[in-house]
């Protein structure tokens, strides 16, 4: 059954920003995601995987910062993007807020989903190209981030991401290298996957996560 999208305004500490929800029919969770530092709402992997999960019980919540639904081109302090975000989250629509939670987000909106997960109450965190430290900065690292989520959590990594490849991470976090793409998940004309095998080794990816979680 096809999924609805609706687009709503709602204020933060931050301004105006955006709720882009794929509905799902018969949802049974609610995943909500944030957006990189230097993209917004209609990456690639976000809206495929709203669109796979929203066809089968999630609904997927795709937050706009109210930097980006500014027009500005440069993203805000860390902690006003968490508080933005935590606003986002609290105008939710009634009807979704008694669903299991699930946050995350791409790159910056994934460091994001990990500093307040316990705050909303998530049950996971799905990490999509997680910023480990800047390019070239391995000692500027921001493993305490993910580690301090405890909760379920999934990172979905480049294998040539210059913020940090799926190696870079310890053993034991639950981390999916995509093969030969980069920090977007796009890959080279030479690579072993398409760039439209690559994100849907994404969302193949995330939707295998999200099976195994509460409401599956």
């Given at each position: ?9 709602v204020?933060?500490s ?16 609610v ?9 917004g709402?209609?990456a690639?992997?976000?809206?495929a ?8 019980s ?25 508080d933005?975000w935590?606003d ?18 791409r ?7 990990c500093?307040t ?9 799905l ?11 391995p ?6 981030e993910?580690l ?14 210059p ?15 995509v ?5 977007a ?6 690579g ?11 969302v ?11 409401g599956?």
């Amino acid at each position: 059954m096809t999924a609805a999208l609706v687009v709503q305004d709602v204020s933060t500490s931050g301004g105006p920003a955006r709720l882009h929800i794929d509905r799902a029919v018969r949802p049974r969770r609610v995943l909500a995601l944030g957006h990189g530092a230097g993209g917004g709402v209609g990456a690639p992997d976000l809206l495929a995987i709203a669109a796979r999960l929203s066809a089968a019980s999630t609904t997927v919540v795709r937050f706009e910062q109210p930097w980006r639904v500014a027009g500005r081109s440069v993203a805000v302090a860390p902690l006003r993007l968490d508080d933005a975000w935590l606003d986002g989250l609290a105008a939710l629509p009634p009807e979704l807020r008694g669903l299991p939670l699930l946050v995350g987000g791409r790159s910056a909106g994934a460091r994001v989903a990990c500093r307040t997960a316990a705050s909303v109450g998530a049950v996971g965190v799905l990490g999509l190209a997680f910023p480990l430290h800047p390019p070239g900065r391995p000692e500027r690292s921001r493993l305490p981030e993910l580690l301090g989520v405890h909760r379920l959590t999934r990172v979905v990594q480049g294998e040539r991401d210059p913020f940090g490849g799926p190696a870079e991470f310890p053993v034991g976090l639950d981390v999916v290298g995509v093969p030969g793409a980069d920090h977007a998940f796009g890959v080279g004309r030479a690579g072993p996957l398409s760039a439209r095998e690559s994100i849907d080794f994404v969302v193949d990816a995330v939707a295998a996560w999200v099976a195994g979680m509460p409401g599956a």
